[in-house]
């Protein structure tokens, strides 16, 4: 059994490596459409059924190896292993992956064999990056996966960089992660020099002999690396920008996996998180507040893909707020539902864009009787994303509510709650206008057909499938992780659920029933609207520290470098150059001048041979060359001697 | 006559010689100076070893001689392949090695 178990671990991180290096180092493979996307979506599947069978064996495994042996620290340990945790992983991972790439066959039908073939290579790397994220054993491996599906996520966002917002969106999803990753990177080599391991067991283990401030500042560093990949306030500004990329990208990067991995990060470290309080209180209040703020924008927002984008962003804000009140196992519920009905909703929302060539919410409209399948998918997932029963996001954001509720943290129960009020309001928004709208912005324009193959379908239906079951196996989920589901009653029990039908009810008054005009409100509270839609000003702010505080700094560095460390190596240049010139000129060709040259200096040494005795006290030297070599001559004389 | 003499006679040939060497602008002259060096060394061994009462001197100098004729007959050829390529055998005139 341990053997089987080993392989099949294997055989989940393993063929989405394969098939990348396959489509990446072999043009042919590549340059065909059916190859490209055989080959990954062949991995992925390898992956998806060994994820699964390995949920259902459930061992306890690992493949570890000596990476860099150190003598004066522990080694440097390169290896994989399950546990519960990262076996969900592996199945939301695998299984999301596997519907997105199913479903982008359809999705890229229009692209060409070259940058289809592409896609696939960056999915399959993707998908190699997260596997082994999650299956990492030491800090420093993780560190190296984490930068990976960083690279993947900036390679998709900008898959289409011809156009000039796809790669900007691209460089700056790059940039604002590596803000937090730098401090990442810091807080990592901080535990590193206190505890001298990056293995993460051996880690935990030393961790309690780390003086308090020195580890409250490690873990503090790593959630500023946390909140860069998981996209929380302040630095969630990145995410809404990256749906430049396709919408599949979307769906599986910026919504089901790669966001997650900062919460990942802090739920894998969580022994550490136990010995200081500090930074999970700071987390509670950052998650809490990118929840808020992330429902509010996506209030405002006319486009699709952002309402989201913003969505995701809050709902991240759940996890991250979960998490900081200790409730690590009710956040990686949220997590796992939050995977599959996000990516659902993103990928329904894809095949509407796909087939009307527009995101803009207004544009759309009339939808529900043009494609009923869709309209049910969205609502769907919608009613998950509301927390409407009985729904998986119902159960999961539930708990995390219950759990703020029990545990005291009033303060940010009230905060999640109205969020979850808001979050039902703008997800409704968005249903009735595409779905029941009247198309106003459509400019006569009659809206087109939706066209919805199976390849599309299928994927979603399969989301959908889970979404609507996920949620009853909340106390299997738990008892697979070793926790227990608390089965709390108090008289708020039923609160999230009135407060989300409320939100629901709301965006009917305003965008179906029209007893209310969105327009008046928007007037009447113009400067909380204009806020919201300048995005309370981040990314100017962003851009004026980029313009001014940045650019200043390199200008003066600039400076630095071309005036005073160019010039000295100029200067040098220039007078070597100048002396050559005057040198060369005593070079002039006749054999008869190069013997004066030699002949003076033969006479040169010639008489410096006979003044150095007379030289030799000015000379300063200590040993007498006379004296020195009868002394050898002696020496040799007495060995000859012996 | 004594070494001493015969050893100035070579510093004098030696530096005619060089003097010539340094100074003739046609390449002839300029042999011409070698073989005077040549000589000057030649004289200096013969007086060493004639002082000394041993024949080696004698040996080698002779040795020398034969080398200096073969010399001058590769120096010759040089000079009329020079003269060849350039059409001058003044010194003076030939400066293809300038920088």
Not at chain 1, 85 to 104: D, N, P, R, T
Request: proline content about 4%; glycine content about 8%; overall charge neutral.
């Amino acid at each position: 059994m341990f053997a089987t178990s080993e392989t099949l671990l294997i055989l989940v991180i393993l063929p989405p490596f394969i098939s990348f290096a396959l489509n990446g180092l072999i043009p042919d493979l590549r340059k065909n459409k059916k190859t490209s996307s055989g080959i990954s979506i062949l991995a992925i599947v390898i992956s998806a059924l060994s994820s699964i069978a390995l949920v259902v064996i459930n061992p306890d495994t690992d493949i570890v190896f000596e990476w860099i042996p150190l003598t004066s620290f522990s080694p440097i340990i390169f290896g994989f292993f399950i546990d519960p945790i990262v076996l969900i992983m592996f199945l939301i991972v695998s299984l999301v992956s596997l519907a997105v790439q199913v479903y982008s066959l359809d999705y890229l039908r229009e692209e060409s064999p070259l940058s289809f073939g592409r896609y696939y290579t960056f999915q399959s790397l993707f998908a190699f990056s997260m596997l082994g994220f999650v299956a990492s054993l030491s800090l420093l491996q993780i560190y190296i996966f984490w930068e990976l599906v960083g690279l993947c996520s900036y390679l998709l966002i900008g898959f289409w960089y011809t156009r000039p917002e796809a790669s900007r969106a691209a460089v700056k999803a790059f940039w604002v992660t590596r803000f937090g990753d730098v401090g990442f990177a810091i807080g990592m080599v901080l535990l590193w020099g206190a505890t001298g391991t990056f293995f993460l067991p051996e880690l935990f283990i030393k961790a309690p002999e780390i003086s308090n401030p020195f580890l409250t500042l490690s873990l503090f560093l790593i959630v500023l690396g946390a909140m860069g990949k998981s996209a929380q306030f302040p630095l969630h500004v990145w995410l809404p920008d990256a749906m430049e990329g396709p919408t599949p990208v979307s769906a599986l990067i910026h919504a089901a996996t790669m966001v997650v991995a900062g919460i990942y990060l802090i739920l894998r470290l969580f022994p550490l998180f136990e010995l200081t309080l500090d930074p999970l209180v700071f987390v509670m209040w950052i998650g809490t507040i990118t929840a808020l703020l992330g429902a509010c924008l996506a209030i405002v927002q006319n486009d699709i893909k952002r309402i989201l984008a913003y969505s995701t962003v809050s709902q991240l804000g759940y996890m991250m707020a979960a998490l900081g009140a200790g409730g690590a196992g009710v956040a990686y519920f949220h997590l796992f539902t939050h995977a599959f009905f996000k990516s659902l909703l993103f990928l329904a929302a894809g095949s509407l864009i796909h087939s009307l060539h527009t995101s803009d919410i207004w544009s759309m409209g009339k939808l529900a009787k043009k494609t009923p399948q869709v309209t049910a998918l969205f609502l769907i997932g919608s009613l998950a994303l509301s927390g409407v029963f009985p729904f998986s996001g119902h159960f999961s954001k539930d708990e995390i509510l219950m759990w703020m509720h029990v545990r005291g943290f009033t303060l940010h129960f009230i905060i999640l709650l109205i969020t979850a009020f808001i979050t039902s309001f703008y997800m409704f928004r968005a249903f009735f206008v595409v779905f029941f709208g009247k198309g106003e912005s459509t400019s006569g324009q009659e809206v087109q057909e939706v066209k919805t193959p199976w390849v599309m379908t299928l994927p979603m239906w399969i989301l959908a499938v889970i979404t609507i079951f996920a949620g009853f196996q909340a106390g299997n989920f738990f008892n697979f992780l070793g926790l227990r589901l608390e089965e709390v009653h108090t008289h708020l029990e039923y609160l999230p659920l009135i407060v989300s039908i409320l939100g629901i009810a709301l965006a009917w008054t305003f965008y179906q029933g029209r007893y209310l005009s969105s327009k008046n409100v928007a007037i009447s509270l113009s400067p909380i609207n204009t806020a919201l839609e300048k995005k309370f000003w981040m990314d100017d702010v962003y851009l004026w520290a980029y313009r001014y505080v940045l650019d200043g700094l390199s200008i003066v560095c600039g400076w630095f470098d071309r005036y005073l460390v160019d010039g000295l190596v100029n200067f040098t240049a220039y007078y070597t150059k100048r002396a050559s010139q005057k040198l060369r000129t005593i070079q002039t060709g006749h054999a008869q001048d190069y013997l004066y040259g030699i002949i003076i200096a033969i006479l040169l040494l010639f008489f410096l041979s006979i003044l150095s005795p007379y030289l030799s006290p000015f000379l300063n030297e200590k040993e007498n060359s006379v004296e020195f070599s009868e002394q050898i001559i002696q020496k040799g004389l007495q060995d000859d001697d012996d | 006559m004594s070494l001493y003499h015969i050893l100035f006679l070579s510093f004098l040939v030696f530096s005619i010689g060089l003097f010539g060497v340094l100074s003739r602008r046609h390449v002839v002259g300029i042999l011409i100076g070698i073989e005077l060096m040549f000589n000057a060394a030649n004289l200096a061994i013969v007086g060493i070893a004639w002082s000394m009462g041993v024949l080696t001197g004698q040996i080698i100098a002779l040795f020398g001689i034969a080398i200096t004729a073969a010399e001058v007959a590769v120096g010759l050829a040089l000079f009329l392949l020079v003269e060849r390529l350039t059409n001058t055998v003044y010194a003076d005139k030939i400066d293809t090695m300038r920088g």
